[in-house]
């Protein structure tokens, strides 16, 4: 596909063919959160979005880490002795810890939507380790490197236990070599598919990266220590670069001998999943450039992708389809409802069923994401989704539903707007990035809109904001509209 968005990595500065307006202020929140609500955004658009980029970035980096659990250093003497039991206790600690993720995306925005991603990158399948201690220090590090240094980041995720034990490190020894781990540190984590790398590269890295085998396993789920005796201490050659290379050797080989190659792939992923799924590979190459000139540090890069001209293209628009953990809790987001931790632990687990189970992506190298998403299944998963959403707190507000009658009054000038037309189209024009594509598409949006409230109603100016029924009437909307392919799109 041809890619029309303007490539121009310079700071975006508003102007009368590119506004600071509504719809870039939602894109811009959707992109790097999981949306705001109408008044936050509304707010924003007094604030310069530059300056709104560096704050979200910057707020996110400064987040602190989430708070252990309870378990967070057990092992599996804390456990119950009895089978049956100590699987119970595992599987309600990955449930915990599963929903608390979700609770803290909505909370935590950026840093961990971050984090979210690099869980896909750095993937790990917690059915291979069935390890909740190893869980929680496998997310904290995705936390704690979310914006930080990429180097750094990729040095401590190869030797957390989560990541030793899913892609066989711990059996990688002098005496019986493993490949896997190294293949995948050159071929998903830092270079890609046959990136600036042989399979020579691979064995030898291979042996580099030996030793880290001490795991007492009598006691699973504790410390996995470096064993010298266990690593080969030979001569290895990497990258044509030729010594006794050890693990950190081996990361610091890569970034200096293969550093356009990191940064070209690791900007590639970012864009893909951030920007625009159809990759314009002269931005990639910019963002690249400025990604080694910040010694891999991902919190700039970010500022200067989410900050760039291009950026804010309407051609970059509108263009991504979100998972479905993001999918609805944007809509949560933008819609105002309150946190509900039952609702929130609901959407994580229903979106395992179609799919994106929270700690086990689908192999190796993750979701494949974005037009992967969607389905005849899952489509109609996600439009049911957001008809229970509302249903739900339909239920818990005593069958009221005043959220959605103030989103509607928010979006629009006056709160005793009675014009439904225009009612309709702001409703439409915010939950849809590019809209409804034509005008009798806003025509039948607005038939259901009236529902099956009388026409004179209408006419006479009855009918407003306040109306008993509003809130149900944008309800049957956002139904409609939940049902379009457009309301995939963010």
């Not at 396993?217 to 290379?245: M, R």
């Amino acid at each position: 596909m041809v890619h029309c968005a303007e490539t121009n990595i310079i700071p975006y500065a508003p102007r009368t063919d590119k506004p600071w307006d509504l719809r870039r202020a939602v894109h811009l929140f959707r992109r790097t959160t999981f949306g705001e609500d109408v008044l936050t955004i509304k707010n924003s658009l007094n604030q310069n979005p530059v300056s709104i980029v560096n704050a979200v970035i910057d707020n996110a980096k400064n987040l602190p880490l989430a708070a252990p659990p309870v378990w967070a250093n057990w092992t599996l003497q804390n456990y119950s002795p009895i089978p049956e039991q100590r699987d119970a206790q595992i599987a309600e600690q990955l449930i915990e810890w599963g929903t608390q993720w979700v609770i803290d995306m909505k909370k935590n925005g950026l840093r961990d939507k971050m984090s979210f991603f690099w869980s896909n990158h750095f993937v790990t399948k917690i059915d291979t380790y069935f390890c909740p201690s190893w869980m929680y220090r496998y997310h904290i590090l995705l936390q704690k490197h979310a914006l930080g240094n990429f180097k750094t980041f990729v040095k401590e995720m190869g030797i957390s236990p989560a990541m030793l034990v899913f892609l066989n490190n711990i059996q990688n020894t002098r005496l019986s070599p493993n490949e896997n781990y190294a293949r995948e540190l050159l071929e998903l984590f830092t270079l890609g598919v046959d990136n600036g790398y042989t399979q020579q590269d691979i064995k030898e890295i291979a042996r580099a990266i030996t030793g880290w085998n001490g795991i007492d396993q009598a006691n699973l789920c504790g410390e996995v220590n470096f064993v010298s005796l266990l690593w080969d201490p030979g001569a290895k050659t990497i990258f044509g670069k030729t010594g006794n290379w050890g693990y950190n050797d081996v990361i610091d080989l890569l970034f200096a001998e293969r550093p356009i190659q990191i940064s070209e792939y690791i900007c590639r992923k970012l864009y893909i999943h951030f920007v625009n799924p159809d990759v314009n590979e002269e931005m990639v190459k910019e963002l690249a450039v400025i990604f080694r000139n910040n010694n891999f540090e991902l919190a700039p890069l970010m500022k200067a992708m989410f900050s760039s001209e291009h950026f804010f293209d309407d051609a970059t628009v509108g263009t991504v389809i979100p998972g479905h953990i993001e999918y609805f809790l944007t809509f949560l987001k933008e819609t105002g409802f309150r946190d509900e931790t039952e609702l929130l632990y609901l959407v994580g687990y229903s979106a395992g069923e179609y799919n994106q189970q929270i700690l086990n992506p689908t192999d190796v190298a993750g979701w494949p994401g974005n037009r992967n998403w969607v389905n005849t299944g899952s489509f109609a998963y996600r439009a049911e989704g957001i008809l229970n959403i509302m249903v739900y707190y339909y239920q818990k507000n005593g069958n009221k539903l005043e959220e959605l009658r103030n989103l509607a009054k928010e979006l629009v000038s006056n709160p005793l707007e009675n014009d439904p037309a225009i009612v309709c189209k702001a409703i439409i024009d915010f939950l849809l990035p590019n809209g409804l594509q034509k005008p009798s598409d806003y025509a039948d949006a607005l038939v259901v809109f009236k529902a099956e409230v009388p026409e004179n109603y209408f006419q006479s100016g009855l009918w407003n904001l306040e109306w008993e029924y509003a809130p149900g009437q944008v309800l049957y909307l956002i139904n409609h509209l939940a049902n379009l392919p457009e309301f995939q799109l963010k």
